[in-house]
């Protein structure tokens, strides 16, 4: 079974400050996608950001970046210039190919002014 | 604008009632759909998994008979609790993946906020 752990349950980051946020999982596949999604208060699931386990290169959408670190099996969130709407839950998930998706524990992000 | 419509926000009901929840995917034929439940604070939790036209698979420890789980067309699923108690009150979410963009990304509807008095 795969586990995804996100040992950071709160953290805070001043207004234009950078703060990355973790992620560890465990599997033993090879085929796999990793994603970040945002849940702000009004709770709609709101996709950041996907990586694609069979590509090297880091996935970056704008302000969001990842750390993708295979072998280490780890997929760290990278937030610059934190604005204010930043605050949220962040999950971190892991899919297997065409399969559902497993969600870790939440880190609850709030950006102070 | 939203691709997964999910019917009603918030819903509440007396004990012994049922509840029904609808999920549809809005411009594109959602091949599985997904429903999690998430208690405050914590971590959205995989009920079951449900596939057009077949029977919904469920996650161990959910009960089946309990959450009846529908998938009859390509845009549309729906998540009936039965005779609903107090311990159901929680936010149950749908998510919908097929045809649209990427076929692994999942999208996700708004959430039922679901109380049982």
């Known amino acids: 079974a795969q586990t995804v752990t996100q040992s950071q349950p709160e953290m805070s980051v001043q207004e234009a400050e950078t703060v990355t946020l973790s992620c560890t999982y465990d599997?033993?596949?090879?085929?796999?996608?990793l994603f970040w999604y945002k849940q702000p208060p009004s709770r709609q699931m709101i996709l950041v950001i996907r990586?694609?386990?069979?590509?090297?290169q880091n996935a970056t959408e704008n302000r969001f970046s990842v750390n993708f670190q295979k072998a280490a099996k780890s997929f760290s969130l990278k937030i610059s210039d934190s604005q204010l709407g930043d605050t949220a839950m962040y999950f971190c998930?892991?899919?297997?190919?065409?399969?559902?998706?497993?969600f870790g524990a939440g880190t609850r992000l709030t950006v102070k002014p | 604008g939203a691709v997964v419509s999910q019917h009603p926000s918030w819903v509440i009901c007396k004990s012994g009632t049922s509840v029904k929840i609808e999920c549809r995917s809005l411009?594109?034929?959602?091949?599985?759909m997904f429903w999690y439940r998430q208690f405050p604070k914590q971590s959205l939790m995989l009920m079951a998994t449900?596939?057009?036209?077949?029977?919904?698979?469920?996650e161990q420890g959910v009960e089946k008979d309990k959450f009846l789980i529908n998938h009859a067309s390509l845009t549309l699923s729906t998540l009936t609790v039965t005779s609903a108690h107090p311990e159901d009150s929680s936010f149950y979410i749908c998510?919908?993946?097929?045809?649209?963009?990427?076929?692994?990304?999942?999208?996700f509807g708004a959430g039922t906020r679901l109380s049982v008095l």
């Open positions: 449900s596939n057009e036209g077949s029977k919904a698979t469920y």
């Open positions: 411009d594109f034929q959602a091949t599985t």
């Open positions: 998930a892991f899919m297997k190919q065409y399969h559902d998706m497993r």
């Open positions: 998510s919908a993946r097929g045809s649209r963009g990427n076929g692994d990304i999942q999208y």
């Open positions: 990586q694609e386990a069979y590509k090297q």
């Open positions: 599997t033993s596949e090879s085929n796999y996608y």
